[in-house]
Nanobody, 121 residues
Framework: VQLQAFGGGLVQAGDSLKLSCVAS????????VGWFRQAPGKEREFAAV????????LYADSVKGRFTISRDNAKNMVYLQMNSLKPEDTAVYYC???????????????WGQGTQVTVSS
């Protein structure tokens, strides 16, 4: 499965932004999906993951209550709604997919190219 993320940009602290990820090659409906991010000089970390049916999600503590992951299997799309953005949310955001359980964070093996999110203070 090929993934392509888009929707990043430059925003101010407190703003909202919605990232999208489109899949091609095969349907995403049987896959867990997630958003991961990598800030400059730091390792990639998970932000949010979602199970195949969209009814179970896991969020990093740093984004809990501000970010919402969702999916539309009919459109082969994954979304990340980001509210109350902070400068520390600045990173390259990657969408990912995995055929197993959504909470196996180190097993995600399909990756899209990243989209840059920059939050100014």
């Amino acid at each position: 499965v090929q993934l392509q993320a888009f929707g990043g940009g430059l925003v101010q602290a407190g703003d909202s932004l919605k990232l999208s990820c489109v899949a091609s090659g095969r349907t995403l409906s049987g896959y867990s999906v997630g958003w991961f991010r990598q800030a400059p000089g730091k390792e990639r970390e998970f932000a949010a993951v979602l199970n195949w049916s969209g009814d179970s999600a896991l969020y990093a503590d740093s984004v809990k209550g501000r970010f919402t992951i969702s999916r539309d299997n009919a459109k082969n799309m994954v979304y990340l709604q980001m509210n109350s953005l902070k400068p520390e949310d600045t990173a390259v955001y990657y969408c990912a997919a995995y055929s197993g359980n959504y909470d196996q964070l180190t097993r995600y093996n399909f990756w899209g190219q990243g989209t840059q999110v920059t939050v100014s203070s």
